[in-house]
């Protein structure tokens, strides 16, 4: 979890962010081993995206957050687009998945 001090100066502490890569790079990379074509991977790859920003959008409009945590969205989205282009650089999905 941020703290509350670090949240108010825009910023997240070292453990929470690496708690964002670990979660959503782990979801991307799941959901692109299972894709069968590299549209599905890239389309696997923005759908984390597209889910970090709802999540964070949904804290904001429903807890009632002052702001929107930006560098949370920022981290959810190099973690997934981090993912989807090292399995493509290395091949992983044809190093991992049985055909």
């Known amino acids: 979890m941020n703290?509350?001090?670090?949240?108010t100066q825009g910023r997240a502490v070292a453990r929470h962010r690496v708690a964002h890569f670990l979660t959503?790079?782990?979801?991307?990379?799941?959901?692109?081993l299972i894709s069968e074509t590299v549209a599905e991977e890239i389309w696997a790859g923005f759908g984390v995206v597209a889910l970090g920003f709802i999540l964070e959008w949904s804290q904001f409009a429903i807890i009632g957050l002052t702001e929107?945590?930006?560098?949370?969205v920022r981290d959810d989205t190099l973690a997934a687009i981090g993912v989807?282009?090292?399995?493509?650089?290395?091949?992983?999905?044809?190093?991992l998945v049985r055909k």
């Open 68 to 72: 929107m945590e930006w560098w949370d």
């Open 24 to 32: 959503f790079g782990s979801t991307a990379l799941l959901l692109v």
């Open 3 to 7: 703290t509350p001090e670090a949240a």
């Open 84 to 95: 989807l282009l090292l399995t493509q650089w290395l091949g992983l999905r044809e190093k």
